[in-house]
């Protein structure tokens, strides 16, 4: 089998990429590097003990994109290139729209024109926005309250459209929880570009030396101890999760699953994880909540659990064990080598 991955470079496509290189598929990589170092594919070329194709290129680019598909003959593509800041998409929504909503459909075009029907799409949780019930079913509405949530409930809608006119489409959309951690090997991980939005990175830049202390937004959402409570999911239970989507793309048709743990935890309580884990305790502040943030997302898993025949395996300690040995060996990330 061979696969294209776009997006290949950044947090989760360089994992998956390694993951689908140790199972016998051929993976070939676009990657604009807006938000990833080249140096990652070198590390999963090492890590899966062989050499990968991989082009510099902006999914954006129709010529640049339908030249990468006369050169391979793909069997299906994962589709991870986006822009994946909820604020930042507040500041400048054209840009998300474009990259993201414009993004697919330049690819959706290319697939067409080369016969490629078989697509692995990056959706998010972020869709369900404040949600009714927890944990969040697939079947929750969807109340997406950024712009980059949009994007990606916007993404899906196409895609359902698409797959509903023509046999011709077997598409995916799989909603990820909150993906931490890093490969076990600390060769690859997560290495946001300037200061992290997100609780993990900024963690282990603290405990790093590289920030100074944690900025804890807000104490008092109705949770167990005000904290705001995520669905933590190790980024290698993820990808394995899209692997075991890719074996079950053979029937047409649109089809939407949650990729969580089922498993709720509190930034506090992340926090402790993580403490037990690097062995000292961190400097902390409670401070106002983030906008645009809400109290509470967990999922129901039990639709991947059902039709992918994948589960979570990792828990919270494995996921702060292995972010902290990857920021450890690589204080700087990538950039460190
Ligand atoms: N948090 C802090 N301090 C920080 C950063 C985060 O207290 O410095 C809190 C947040 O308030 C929230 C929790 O930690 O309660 C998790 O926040 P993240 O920023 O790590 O992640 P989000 O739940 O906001 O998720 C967002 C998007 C997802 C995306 C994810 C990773 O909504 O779609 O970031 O990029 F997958």
């Known amino acids: 089998m061979k696969v294209l991955v776009t997006g290949g470079a950044g947090f989760i496509g360089s994992h998956c990429c390694v993951d689908l290189m140790t199972h016998d598929v051929e993976v070939v990589v676009v990657d604009d590097h807006s938000n990833s170092s080249p140096l990652a594919l070198d590390r999963v070329a090492e890590l899966a003990g062989r050499e990968l194709a991989s082009y510099a290129v902006d999914v954006r680019d129709p010529a640049a994109l339908d030249a990468v598909f006369r050169e391979h003959g793909f069997d299906a593509v994962i589709h991870f290139a986006a822009r994946k800041a909820v604020g930042e998409s507040v500041e400048m929504p054209f840009e998300y729209y474009d990259a993201n909503v414009g993004g697919l459909l330049n690819l959706l075009r290319t ?8 697509l692995v799409f990056s959706s998010s949780c972020s ?8 944990p969040i079913r ?3 509405p969807a109340r997406p309250a950024s712009p980059y949530a949009r994007t990606k409930w916007f993404c899906e809608q196409i895609l359902a459209d698409v797959c509903a006119r023509d046999s011709a489409w077997s598409v995916m959309a799989l909603r990820y929880f909150n993906p931490v951690g890093a490969h076990e090997s600390a060769r690859i991980g997560e290495d946001p570009r300037g200061v992290p939005n997100n609780l993990m990175p900024y963690l282990t830049q603290v405990a790093v030396g590289r920030l100074r202390e944690l900025s ?5 959402y109705p949770t167990v101890d005000g904290t705001g409570v995520r669905d933590y999911i190790h980024v290698m239970d993820v990808v394995e999760g899209h692997r075991a989507a890719l074996e079950r793309m053979d029937a047409p048709g649109f089809r939407s699953l949650n990729l969580g743990t089922g498993i709720g935890t509190s930034v506090l309580q992340l926090l402790a994880a993580f403490t037990q884990v690097c062995g000292r305790e961190l400097p902390y502040r409670i401070v106002a909540r983030r906008p645009g943030d809400v109290a509470e997302l967990v999922a129901a898993p039990d ?31 990538y950039e460190s080598a």
Do not use: K
């Open 111 to 118: 697939m067409r024109a080369h016969e490629v029907g078989r």
């Open 127 to 134: 869709i369900y926005g404040d949600a009714d019930e927890v």
């Open 138 to 140: 697939e079947e929750t």
């Open 216 to 220: 804890v937004f807000g104490d008092d």
């Open 303 to 333: 639709r991947a659990a059902r039709e992918l025949d994948w589960r979570s395996r990792r828990d919270v300690l494995d996921m702060c064990r292995d972010a902290w040995r990857f920021q450890q060996r690589n204080p700087q990330g």
